[in-house]
């Protein structure tokens, strides 16, 4: 099963530099979708990532999403299986 919640717009690159370059190798704002997949929280990037950086807020949003996430698939698990 995989349930998602998209962090915002399409997922992957977008092709934007919204806080400019900031190494030589930055590709751009990614977009990512966060969910499940059986027992796991997921991170879908939509492409390959070596690094990721964001502004503080923007961590802390990613931050909450990941904690919501992780409640939801922990409650998930502890429902008695449907009979």
Do not use: H
């Amino acid at each position: 099963m995989y349930d998602s919640k998209f962090f915002g717009g399409e997922v992957g690159p977008t092709g934007k530099l919204p806080d400019g370059r900031l190494t030589s190798k930055d590709r751009g704002e990614v977009q990512i979708r966060i969910g499940r997949v059986e027992n796991s929280v997921l991170m879908d990037f939509g492409t390959n990532l070596s690094w990721l950086a964001c502004p503080p807020s923007q961590a802390r949003e990613l931050a909450a999403m990941l904690s919501e996430w992780a409640d939801r698939v922990d409650e998930w698990n502890a429902e008695p299986p449907k009979q």
